[in-house]
């Protein structure tokens, strides 16, 4: 075992620390309402409560009652029912464990409120909107999609009946673009609304516009409570029109919180040797919950776990170590809700996807290493680039918040407090730090009168608006006469899609080179996490199975030659494993191309297949992803063909150790220097093809 990793005297602080006092810092004038929800913050006098729906559904029915009864959020439902009644925006801040997600959407259909329409609940990500949808309906005592339901991308499991909706924002957003007024909503809840997704503060947008709207035209009044745990309250009511602040305590358990003696240079290692010091000390009980960047990272840990945990010495617990990330198939996340076998201990590595919303049982340790994958996206380079940073003060706190939802708990920061210190208050925006073309597109697609001026709640820079303009130009999905954008017919196209806009470019151009089916393929692979298992330890066994599907022609047509073989099989999980491919992976794929497919055939869009033809796909690739190209130079470099940017080919592609002349790639991703993922070997001439103007000005710029 590695030297274990020394920890000072603990600080101890309770989940919600980083909320306003009651007192606040709000504007003068504002209402600040704080509701009672008993507990252990407790205080003040206790209201009578509207009785919860009863039914005599037997013993499973009334547990689930008396469950939802002792949630912190009960004490206050009758006092919050009023409020949200009377109110068209409010901000709910609800501390940890409070039972705000699960609950208020349930008190508000209970309560007459928003029954004139469906109750929708959005959630930044995939896992918590069904997860949540599940619990809830569970608790409604109905068959998931009838009352209760989700929809995220790919899947839809709603019905008529549905009136508690949750779904992701990016999904709220495409029914914005047929919809901008939202009629089928009488009830909007905005979950999570600290993270700052794009999406999320898109949705903030269309939200407030749809809300103004049908007040102008006496429609039925949209309600919008905005929700999270965290967050800076006074930016967010003034957004909203000065909307009332209702805080609402939680269970407040106490977190004893370590911090490293010494900054830790390899954040990985001090989170391996943290796991097995709480492993071979802490009661089986007691679960661990150690948050990592992205699916390699969490994969490669959790092998090197179950390896260590093989030959540690009697008396120490099983380990049952389980991954969670957002491309992981749903059954797969399902595991880590649920109880570990006796004498076994759970180790849950996760990326920030389990930070808010869901709530794991058994967690009572966290190890944070402090780090968390960001996009950051330069427009005057043109890169965007998946880089790992410091997580904010407000991300690390709710980190530290999974530790007590259920008891004490204890979090391991693995940076010292001198460094925490230095952390940024809040997370920027991604709003502020992504390539906003698909953003553009959407709220063009929505006819927003001027995207422009789009009332966005912080800001993008003026350069970010105007790369993002001049890419879709590009790719001929907008037209402009001076400060007027309206969408090409090709741009409605695209907006049909829920992909990038160059891939949606790529699927449109498909038939003219005639094969769509490939590229339908190539899409839908590129759009899931990766389906190729790399375990470190077997690289010659995975290198040999691999060999017979590499193509010369770079990674889109290998990862297009093993789809092939895995459909051709059928889907065989034995071939699967035998190839080192991600079975559950390749079975979303399939699903994701079938509805891709299917937008296809309703554009009647011919499907047809290029077979043997492999350039066809190549020249259609050149042609949609022609600002993401790379040239070999006379050093035997690579440099972006537009900016100039020194890139490298990334030890996973199958090009590591070939020097094409030209290459198209899907990502860049940036570690000690900056590497394009998933490359396409093109000729030259195919890219000016494709944009001779946008070359020729490239050239005389370079020559100027």
Known sequence: MPEQTGFPAAKRFRPGCGLPSRSGSCPPGRRVMLLTAGGSGGGGRRQQQPPLPHSSAGPYREAVELQRRSLPIFQARGQLLAQLRNLDSAILIGETGSGK???????????????????????????????????????????????????????????????????????????????????????????????????????????KAAQRRRKELGKLPLKVIVMSATMDVDLFSQYFHRAPVLYLEGRQHPIQVFYTKQPQNDYLHAALVTVFQIHQEAPASQDILVFLTGQEEIEAMS???????????????????????????????????????????????ATNIAETSITIAG??????????????????????????????????????GRAGREDSGICYRLYTEEEFERFEKMTVPEIQRCNLASVMLQLLAMKVPNVLNFDFMSKPSPDHIQAAIAQLGL???????????????????????????????????????????????????????????????????????????????????TLLNIYRTFRNLGGNKDWCKENFVNSKNMMLVAEVRAQLRDICLKMSMPV??????????????AHSLFMSTAELQPDGSYATTDTHQPVAIHPS????????????????????????????????????????????????????
């Open 363 to 400: 967690i009572k340790y966290v190890v944070d290493p402090g780090m968390v994958k960001a996009k950051k996206y330069n427009p005057d380079s043109g890169l965007e680039v998946l880089a790992v940073q410091r997580v904010s003060k407000t991300q690390a706190w709710q980190r530290t």
């Open 475 to 557: 790719l001929g999905a907008l037209d402009q006469e001076g400060d007027q954008l309206t969408l090409t017919p090709i741009g409605r196209k695209m907006a049909a899609f829920p992909l990038e806009p160059k891939f949606a470019k790529a699927i449109l151009l498909s038939p003219k080179f005639h094969c769509t089916e490939e590229i339908l393929t190539i899409v839908s692979l590129l759009s899931v996490d990766s389906v190729l298992h790399n375990p470190p330890s077997r690289r010659d066994e995975v290198q040999a199975a691999r060999k017979k599907f590499i193509s010369s022609e770079g990674d889109h047509m």
């Open 303 to 349: 092998k090197t776990c179950r390896d260590i945990a093989k030959h540690l010495p009697d008396g120490c617990p099983a380990m049952l170590v389980l991954p969670l990330y957002a491309s992981l198939p749903y059954t797969q996340q399902l595991r880590v809700f649920q109880g570990a076998p006796k004498g076994y201990r759970k180790v849950i590595i």
């Open 653 to 704: 592609s199958v090009l590591f150790h070939c020097k094409p002349a030209c290459v198209v790639y899907t990502a860049l991703l940036h570690t000690n220097k900056c590497y394009m993922r998933d490359l396409c070997v093109v000729d030259a001439e195919w890219l000016y093809e494709a944009a001779p103007e946008y070359f020729r000005r490239k050239l005389r710029a370079a020559r100027s």
């Open 101 to 207: 997600t699960t609950q208020t959407p349930q008190y508000l259909y209970e309560g007459g409120i928003g029954r004139q329409g469906v109750i929708a609940v959005t959630q930044p990500r995939r896992v918590a909107a069904i997860s949540l949808a599940t619990r809830v309906s569970d608790e409604k005592k109905t068959e998931l999609g009838k009352l209760v339901g989700y929809t995220v991308r790919f899947d839809d499991t709603t019905s008529e009946d549905t009136r508690i909706k949750f779904l992701t924002d990016g999904m709220l957003l495409r029914e914005a673009i047929s919809d901008s007024l939202l009629r089928r909503y009488s009830c909007v809840i905005l979950d999570e609304a600290h993270e700052r997704t794009v999406h999320t503060d898109v949705l903030f947008g269309v939200v």
């Open 608 to 621: 047809a297949s290029s077979r043997a033809d492999t350039e066809s796909v190549r020249r259609c690739l």
